[in-house]
């Protein structure tokens, strides 16, 4: 099998840029990865500090401070979180850990409280793996 036969059959992953994102996702992912900002952001650290172990101890990948792409799973929580601002988040379980499911709940209150507001919209690979940013086939 040749060199281009090969890579046309296993298509690499495409890097989402997180410039590319919403001002609002952009900050978001600043409070997951732990890049918040002195005195306005002071509060949801802690809160998002959990979420963020709680993440990684269940194998969803989140970059260190300062990465300019985005992982999937920190897509993922970004659907998860605008999931959870809507009505009926209590009653929607976003993973098998009760603990993970409660704390993506508690930051989107957060987010709620603080005027940040998530728009829920398909991911950028969800047409790649078929699946929404929150998990759900589409």
């Keep these: 099998m040749n060199r281009a036969t090969t890579s046309a059959s296993a298509p690499r992953p495409a890097r989402l840029v997180l410039r590319r994102r919403s001002l609002v996702e952009q900050r978001v992912i600043h ?29 969803l990948v989140i970059h260190r401070p300062g990465t300019p792409y985005l992982s ?3 897509l993922t929580l970004l659907g998860w979180l605008a999931l959870a ?25 957060t987010l709620d409280a603080l005027g940040v507001r998530l728009h829920l919209s398909p991911s950028p690979i969800a047409s790649c793996t078929g699946q929404a940013e929150n998990g759900m086939t589409v």
């Excluded at 997951?32 to 959990?50: L, S, T």
């Excluded at 929607?92 to 989107?108: E, R």
Aim: charged share 25%.
């Design 72 to 74: 999937p799973g920190e």
């Design 31 to 59: 409070l997951i990865r732990g890049e918040a900002e002195e005195g306005r952001d002071a509060m949801p650290a802690m809160q998002f500090a959990r979420l963020r172990d709680l993440a990684t101890r269940n194998v």
């Design 85 to 109: 601002q809507r009505i009926a988040s209590y009653r929607q379980s976003f993973h098998p850990d009760p603990s993970l499911t409660m704390t993506v709940v508690h930051c989107a209150g």
